[in-house]
């Protein structure tokens, strides 16, 4: 799956604040450091080098050693104030409180004793920071699940049990699984149980909000071995599409699950996707039509052509006397 520029932006945050520690760091080494390759990390260091402050002159920039850059190795010369720890203002605070309770509230016993203990630091720390302010703060997300599965699913993350779910997919198919839960999974608007099926026997990301039933079993959930990025979601089933985009429709990579992006050399792209639902890429050709180049297979472009005539024809009767067609 391509990377998001949030995610890029992130480890070059992360890699300006460990250069800052760290002096002298072979590229190699930066490298593993943040999971990627020493391509990727040399592509991210030459983006920091030319970036900065407003004015963005020399002395504005980034900057590293030069020459110990031609020897592989990576040395911070100038942060611009990068690893300058951040204040918060008060209504940032209480937001960042709010925002950690609703977690622990939501998550609850499902978090492993690590991120539970860290999630407790943040929270305390924060609460801290905030003051006087914080105390007024009592704010909780809607839950993703019945109060009935998410008790289960709790309960059996906490202790260890093997879960019997009703699952109802994106097809609204509705299957029933015995799954051996491993933990909750997040991204900016969903939560996913990460869990082993039985049936497929393999890892798969159940959408909480898609289990409408839920029971803890008596025997334990055992330990499989799951790949590194099993806690990225990609569709289960569906058609393969490819789409040929002009540069100005990279937005679908950094909103859409897709499965592998080619850049081809006039600046445009192609993604692969694997779509469920035939009526959600319909939308998405229409809503991206001015950057779509080309589509595969060919009958998806004219099914969607074919979709947006109806809709203008739907329109007709209301053009002026001469005007449409």
């Known amino acids: 799956m391509p990377e998001r520029a949030p995610d890029r932006l992130l480890r070059m945050l992360g890699m ?22 020493p391509d990727q990390a040399i592509a991210d260091i030459d983006t920091l080098w ?95 699940a019945t109060p009935q599965v998410a008790a289960a699913i709790g309960d059996a993350l906490a202790r260890g049990r093997r879960l019997r779910i009703r699952y109802v997919d994106a097809g609204d198919r509705t299957s029933e699984r015995e799954v ?24 798969r990301l159940f959408r909480v909000d898609r289990v409408v039933a839920a029971e803890v079993l008596d025997a334990p959930a055992e330990e499989h071995p799951l790949p590194e990025r099993a806690e990225v979601f990609t569709p289960d089933g569906g058609e393969p599409v490819t789409l040929h985009l002009a ?21 445009s792209f192609e993604v692969d996707l694997r779509v469920v639902q035939p009526a959600w890429l319909r939308h998405l050709l229409l809503q991206a039509a001015h950057t779509v180049i080309d589509v595969r297979p060919a009958q998806v472009a004219h099914d969607a052509a074919a979709f947006a005539r109806r809709a203008l024809a739907a329109y007709a009767p209301l053009l002026p006397p001469g005007e449409g067609g």
């Open 16 to 37: 300006v604040a460990y250069l800052d520690a760290h002096d002298d760091v072979a590229v190699d080494d930066l490298a593993a450091q943040f999971g990627v390759t």
């Open 50 to 144: 030319v970036t900065g402050t407003p004015g963005y002159l020399p002395y504005d920039l980034i900057d590293f050693d030069a020459t110990a850059y031609e020897r592989g190795v990576v040395t911070l010369v100038e942060a611009r104030g990068l690893t300058r720890p951040l204040r918060l203002g008060g209504r940032e605070a209480v937001a960042l409180v709010a925002a950690l309770r609703s977690m622990a509230s939501s998550l609850g016993p499902a978090l492993d004793d690590e991120r539970a203990a860290a999630l407790r630091s943040a929270l305390e720390k924060v609460t801290a920071a905030a003051g006087d302010a914080a105390a007024a703060v009592d704010v909780q997300l809607p839950a993703a």
């Open 180 to 203: 051996d839960p491993v933990r909750l999974v997040t991204d900016d608007e969903r939560r996913y149980l990460l869990a082993w099926c039985r049936a497929s026997q393999g890892e």
């Open 247 to 267: 540069s100005q429709g990279r937005w679908i990579v950094e909103t859409t699950p897709a499965e592998a992006v080619r850049d081809l050399p006039d600046g």
